[in-house]
């Protein structure tokens, strides 16, 4: 039975390296993946471009190493404070090199597999691509973890070789509970790219991957956004309290705590609200545009900074 690749996914050699592009909530998380199934990982993200506070006093500048490197070392710091249920194997960590696209660009060379993870947006990703490609090596397998962006989209303005050896590898959030992958050819995908990263996710990561085709938000996050905008559309209609929300979906249903706001938290709301106006904008569905449209609790809450567990506070504040 089953419609997934993974009944499919023919052994081949192992992967040894690997590069993370962005070291946001996803990005992190797929590098300790990785890490944990024994690949060397490089994470890279931007460099700042100002200096906090305490880096001014300590008369650091922005050419300094640390500085440029900064915001991928904080995810890995922060990987590395993680307690269990965390999974990972004590010794992960130092699978991982943080660095920046900047000044590792050529670095990417050494990859066998490319994971995109940056902010979903489709000016970010395409600029992040015209750099991977400008160093890209045949074989090397190039993959992004966007929610729901169109692999067309992404790599229009790339050329052939490019084309063939990327495809989506969609995991979910956390990546290390989740076993599923979305796997999601672009027109020009090759066929030994799809069942390369398959067999990559499947035999080292562990996952079940399905193939879904290019359609907007794929086939989980379809469903699963459009859940979550009910929800909120729920709450407000019967003027429920969020923690009565997750009290009610969560345990009492038999799902876990992090049913609904919890979840969104950890989703990061700024992503959920690019989600939603990237469905809107592939959609030529008017109905399906209306469904998708920005809850105001959300904007509201983004506006304010409350963006989620990454920021400290979203529906729910940390203490
Ligand atoms: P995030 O906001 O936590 O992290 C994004 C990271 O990208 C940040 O560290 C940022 O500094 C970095 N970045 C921005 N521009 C960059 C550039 N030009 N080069 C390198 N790095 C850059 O976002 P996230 O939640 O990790 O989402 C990353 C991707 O994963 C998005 O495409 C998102 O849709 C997708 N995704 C997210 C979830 C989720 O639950 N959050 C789940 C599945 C897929």
Redesign the pocket.
């Known amino acids: 039975g089953g419609n997934g690749v993974g009944e499919r996914s023919t052994p081949s050699p192992a992967i040894r390296r690997a590069a993370v592009?962005?070291?946001?909530?996803?990005?992190a998380g797929i590098a300790a993946q990785l890490a944990n199934a024994g690949i060397r990982v490089l994470l890279?993200?931007?460099p700042p471009a100002s200096l906090t506070e305490q880096e001014a006093r300590s008369g650091a500048t922005l050419q300094d190493r640390a500085v440029r490197n900064r915001?991928a070392a904080a995810?890995l710091a922060k990987l590395a404070k993680q307690e269990p249920p965390a999974l990972y194997e004590a010794s992960f960590i130092h699978r991982i090199a943080a660095g920046n696209?900047e000044d590792d660009l050529g670095r990417l060379g050494e990859a066998e597999w490319i994971v995109e993870?940056?902010?979903?947006r489709l000016d970010?990703?395409r600029?992040?691509f015209a750099r991977v490609e400008s160093v890209l090596r045949p074989g090397t397998l190039v993959s992004?973890?966007?929610?729901?962006?169109s692999v067309a989209a992404m790599t229009e303005g790339r050329g052939e070789a490019f084309r063939k050896q990327f495809a989506v590898t969609?995991?979910?959030?956390p990546p290390r509970h989740m076993k599923l992958v979305e796997l999601v050819p672009g027109p020009d995908t090759a066929a030994g790219t799809l069942s390369r990263l398959a067999a990559i996710c499947e035999q080292q990561l562990g996952k079940g991957v399905v193939l879904a085709k290019d359609t907007p938000n794929f086939i989980a996050?379809r469903i699963g956004t459009y859940g979550m905008l009910t929800t909120i559309e729920a709450m407000r209609a019967f003027g429920l309290g969020v923690d009565e929300v997750d009290a009610l979906t969560g345990p009492a249903m038999g799902r876990p705590k992090t049913a609904t706001f919890r979840m969104l938290d950890?989703?990061?709301l700024?992503?959920l609200l690019?989600?939603l106006d990237n469905v809107r904008e592939r959609s030529e569905d008017p109905s399906e545009r209306d469904a998708f449209a920005r809850p105001p609790v959300l904007e509201a809450l983004v506006a304010n900074g409350w963006i989620g567990e990454?920021a400290g506070s979203g529906f729910y504040r940390k203490i």
């Not at 592009?21 to 990005?27: C, D, E, F, H, K």
């Not at 969609?170 to 959030?173: G, K």
């Open positions: 592009i962005g070291s946001g909530v996803m990005g890279l993200d931007v915001l995810s696209l993870a940056v902010v979903e970010v990703k600029s992040v992004s973890n966007t929610s729901g962006l969609h995991f979910f959030n996050n950890l989703v990061g700024d992503t690019h989600v990454k």
